[in-house]
């Protein structure tokens, strides 16, 4: 027969084990007893303690700031390595933007269309849908992934900037970038067009 008595360190509530876990389980908290000093992490410690062998004993005996304090420690230390994984993550980030930092053009210059080739570009200008197209080949270039935008309800995002050799990001409304997209499409496409013009003496 089980004659443990376990108890809820909220209200003070004493019971078998069977009822304390319905208890602690109810969805509307109890009501703080008013000599309870214990704060809610401290209660959740303690009644969560009584379920294993050893602190059970240490409650028994009112060994119960021993609990506590071996509990806080540990949550201290799992915070820490949490934090430490966390900064490595982020170390990590930061070495893979740099990376791309270097090549990456921003947003204030041309995008780079190096990689379209002659025949792309023609197509380019008999087609209707010629922004829709270029913003694509432009993106299929990383160099000029300049923009950052967190999900399509954003109304502002992020765009990288390069002026002399300052490199900084710049918040954008989401409204202003696409006039300004449209005006940077604009003007490569019209140079896409004179230059297309030229070489085929079309003037
Ligand atoms: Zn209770």
């Not at 170390?91 to 990376?99: D, E, F, P, R």
Request: contains cysteine.
């Amino acid at each position: 027969m089980n004659r443990k008595i376990y108890q809820c360190f909220r209200c003070g509530y004493e019971t078998k084990k069977s009822n304390i876990q319905n208890h602690f389980n109810r969805k509307k908290k109890c009501t703080r007893h008013k000599d309870c000093q214990y704060t809610d992490e401290q209660i959740k410690i303690l009644n969560e303690a009584q379920f294993n062998k050893e602190n059970y004993a240490k409650i028994q005996n009112g060994k119960i700031a021993e609990i506590i304090t071996n509990n806080t420690i540990e949550t201290q230390n799992n915070i820490t390595n949490n934090i430490t994984t966390q900064n490595n993550i982020q170390h990590q980030n930061q070495n893979i933007i740099n990376i791309h930092i270097n090549k990456l053009v921003g947003f204030n210059d041309d995008w780079v269309i190096d990689n379209l080739n002659e025949n792309q570009k023609s197509n380019l200008l008999v087609t209707k849908l010629m922004y829709t197209q270029l913003i694509k080949m432009i993106l299929e270039n990383e160099f000029n992934h300049n923009v950052i935008i967190e999900n399509e309800e954003s109304t502002h995002g992020l765009i990288f900037k390069k002026i002399n050799n300052e490199k900084k990001y710049e918040v954008i409304s989401i409204e202003t970038l696409i006039d300004e997209s449209m005006k940077k499409l604009h003007k490569q496409l019209t140079s896409i067009y004179d230059n297309f013009s030229k070489e085929n003496e079309i003037i």
